[in-house]
């Protein structure tokens, strides 16, 4: 068995902050995507629990390459960058396309594990539609894994009333919610390993992918601030009639 985890890197949201003329990103390194985090924690428990191999892959620029020496030093034994600029004006759709077009090219991959979402666009589209790409069975939000062999694994789905327990053949594709496990801290042993690590490029067109910038950030600005609410004084009778003729008159009921 082989699991595929795949890493986005996103800006620290808590160094986000918005001004006039729209969010302001923190300069620096950015980390890896805090839903990413028990995917990769998953892929290791596959590989202490399974024997299962594990690799990860990400899409983005050159400084992504320090969210994929974070995850070797949590435990992930192998890693892909698919290397582009184009990445920020990419939609979903067609970074699971390059996504897809990346793991048939490893060729072993049996499971594909990915977080719910990623915590810049909350999309949550990427994973399903690598599954589309791939033509693959997918499972979605996770909150735990019953069994595992080497053709199948019984996944734990979250709903909204609770949760569905679902089968699934190999190859497939996961996403995982965060009730699903505690991610570990790397180790220092972990993190001198990682910093040595050889990590495998690819460039679109290694993939045989070819996409202009599909996609343009016009603006972005915070939600308008909700006014304040009306408080009602009075007899309690009173408070009552005049709250429904209020709920009348806006024809809420």
């Known amino acids: 068995m082989k699991v595929a985890v795949l890493v986005k890197q996103t800006p620290q949201l808590s160094e986000v902050t918005m001004g006039g003329e729209g969010p302001k990103w ?6 890896v995507n805090p839903f990413d985090e028990y995917a990769v924690e998953e892929a290791v428990r596959f590989k202490e629990n399974h024997g299962a191999g594990t690799v990860a892959i ?15 030093a949590l435990g992930i034994e192998e890693a892909v960058h698919i290397e582009s600029d184009s ?3 990419t939609d979903p759709q ?20 990915t977080g719910k979402q990623a915590c ?3 999309s949550a589209m990427v994973a399903f539609a690598v ?3 791939l033509d693959w069975p997918q499972i979605g939000f996770v909150k735990k894994f019953d069994k595992a062999d080497d053709s199948k694994v019984t996944a734990w789905r979250t709903t909204d009333s609770g949760y569905d327990v679902v089968e699934t053949p190999f190859p497939a594709v996961c996403s995982v919610v965060k009730e699903i496990n505690e991610p570990r801290l790397p180790s ?5 390993k990682a910093r040595k690590a050889e990590i495998k490029k690819f460039s679109l067109a290694d993939l045989g992918i070819e996409h202009d910038k599909t996609i343009e950030i016009k603006n972005i600005q915070p939600p308008p ?7 009602l004084e009075g007899e309690p009778d009173e408070v009552v009639n005049l709250l429904i003729e209020k709920l009348k008159a806006d024809q809420l009921i």
């Open 26 to 31: 923190p300069g620096g390194i950015e980390a």
């Open 58 to 72: 990400t899409y983005g620029g050159v400084d992504s390459v320090s969210a994929l020496r974070d995850v070797l």
């Open 87 to 89: 990445y920020s004006t």
């Open 94 to 113: 067609n970074i699971a396309r390059v996504l897809a077009a990346c793991i048939r090219k490893l060729g072993d991959i049996d499971l594909v594990l």
């Open 120 to 122: 810049d666009d909350d």
């Open 131 to 133: 599954a589309a790409n």
């Open 188 to 192: 220092l042993k972990g993190k001198m």
């Open 225 to 231: 601030e909700r006014s304040r609410g009306e408080i």
